[in-house]
């Protein structure tokens, strides 16, 4: 395969960047091997600088004041020093290039110096909030990026145009830079993601008090303590149409008694009656879902989520909760959460999970305090695909699109009843049930699940 990198060109890219151009002598500690050879498909990879993939006419010349290519074996490599007193060091693009269809950026670094360093990529030249870093040490180390990532910074760089790409090292470096690309699977940690978002909260403002949620102004905000690894790929930042962003935390193997969150500041949760969290259980079900609060679990189960690589709505009443303590526990202080505040990944049966979760907040449950206030009918979903009437303790569901099923829960998580081949229509009888919220979840025949949440009298 035949690579139009020229030193020439090169020094050209230089030159016009008032740079000096300096093709100097190979470290005297150059890597004897380069790394296996990377195994995306070449259809879900944008090459920037690789043997092992075709690089496109029109890729980067890379800019920089100390620089050569030189050979390992049979593969170029950039032979390049970055870091103090080398001057920047980028790849530049004729015509900005579009990388919003693509997830994680690899990039292969054989660092000579013998003390780790953290290896930082910036776009379109900005300055600190525009960068991300991973740890680069002594040898050959494979960097993938999640470029979900620059969506979380205080500045979004534009990923539809970019036409510069920083390279940024700690102190004066030296390093060799092979396999350059973009790529469209997803980071390596990540089987599989939401295809959309988690459904919007329907709850007022006023009624709320957001712990992490992208749909309420007064997030309180969260840090993960120390039963969970402090690390920014624990949020990440997808988009799902058009320009809003939406934060999730991602639990990679978490499991039963593996950790939770800290809340920012100490909190008075006695106005609230419920506490929500929206969970996406990935390739696998969560039937013995716990809860902590303020470190004091439950004794057992105290709500489900049934159905995998989807969103499912977890609601637990307050009341519940304490309930649900061993006897000899003693309940949290609920004037005065911070430290050890919530797992949202305690599972009765323990074992690995991975997941999603989004929308942690404490609410104000209207419709058990003044039923007359409302409909009885709140839809979690943002879809409005099935109409729902209630009266008393009999529900009819309707619905221009075939229902598959329709699955009955109790705030609690116990499921009450499930229904099938239902058709457009559907009436469920909760009589031999007590008054109260339940939840409604309804599979149509296109695979959309619409969840509701309904008031039996």
């Known amino acids: 395969m035949e690579r139009k990198i020229f030193t020439r060109l090169l020094a050209t890219g230089a030159l016009m960047a008032g740079l000096p151009f300096v093709s100097y002598a190979q470290s005297p500690n150059p890597p004897e091997t380069t790394l296996e050879a990377p195994t995306h498909a070449q259809e879900e990879v944008l090459a920037l600088y ?115 790409i920083n390279f940024v090292g700690e102190g004066a470096r030296t390093i060799y830079i092979d396999n350059v690309y973009a790529c469209k699977a997803l980071h390596s940690d990540m089987a599989f993601a939401p295809a ?31 039963g969970i690894q402090a690390d920014k790929s624990m949020v990440k930042g997808f988009r799902f149409g058009g320009d809003a962003i939406d934060k999730m935390l991602f639990v990679k193997n978490g499991k039963g008694g593996y950790g939770g969150v800290d809340f920012n500041s100490a909190m008075d949760v006695t106005a609230y009656d419920s506490i929500h969290f929206d969970i996406f259980p990935v390739n696998t079900k969560f039937d013995k879902l716990q809860l902590k609060i303020g470190n004091v679990s439950t004794a057992g189960k105290i709500a489900t989520a049934s159905v995998e690589n989807a969103w499912n709505p977890v609601d637990v009443s307050i009341d519940d909760y304490l309930n649900s303590l061993k006897a000899d526990a003693t309940a949290p202080d609920l004037t005065n959460l911070q430290e050890q505040a919530f797992w949202f990944c305690q599972f009765q049966s323990g074992g690995e999970r991975t997941f999603f979760v989004d929308n942690i907040y404490f609410y104000k449950t209207r419709l058990a305090e003044d039923p007359g206030e409302g409909t009885g009918i709140e839809d979690l979903s943002p879809q409005d695909l099935v109409s729902v009437s209630a009266q008393g303790n009999t529900i009819t569901l309707s619905s221009d699109m075939s229902m598959v099923s329709v699955q009955v829960y109790t705030l609690a998580g116990r499921q009450v009843m499930t229904l099938q081949g239902l058709g457009h229509s559907a009436v469920v009888n909760l009589e031999a049930e007590q008054a109260g919220l339940y939840l409604f979840q309804v599979t149509l025949n296109n695979g959309e699940t619409i969840t509701k949440k309904i008031l039996s009298m």
């Open 196 to 226: 959309q978002a988690a459904p919007a909260p329907t709850q007022k403002e006023s009624d709320v008090l957001a712990i992490f949620s992208d749909a309420f102004e007064n997030e309180v905000g969260l840090t993960f303590n120390k």
């Open 50 to 164: 690789s043997d092992t993939y075709t690089v496109a006419e029109g890729m980067p010349t890379l800019v920089g004041t100390e620089f050569s290519e030189v050979k390992i074996g049979d593969n170029n490599v950039w032979h390049v020093k970055i870091g103090s007193g080398s001057g920047p060091c980028y790849l530049e693009f004729t015509e900005p290039l579009d990388l919003s269809d693509y997830n994680t950026f690899f990039i292969d670094v054989y660092a000579v110096e013998q003390n780790a360093f953290n290896f930082r990529i910036r776009l379109n030249g900005a300055s600190n909030p525009n960068q991300l870093q991973l740890q680069v040490k002594t040898g050959w180390n494979r960097l993938e990026f999640d470029l979900n990532d620059f969506n979380l910074l205080n500045v979004v760089p534009d990923l539809t145009a970019v036409s510069r």
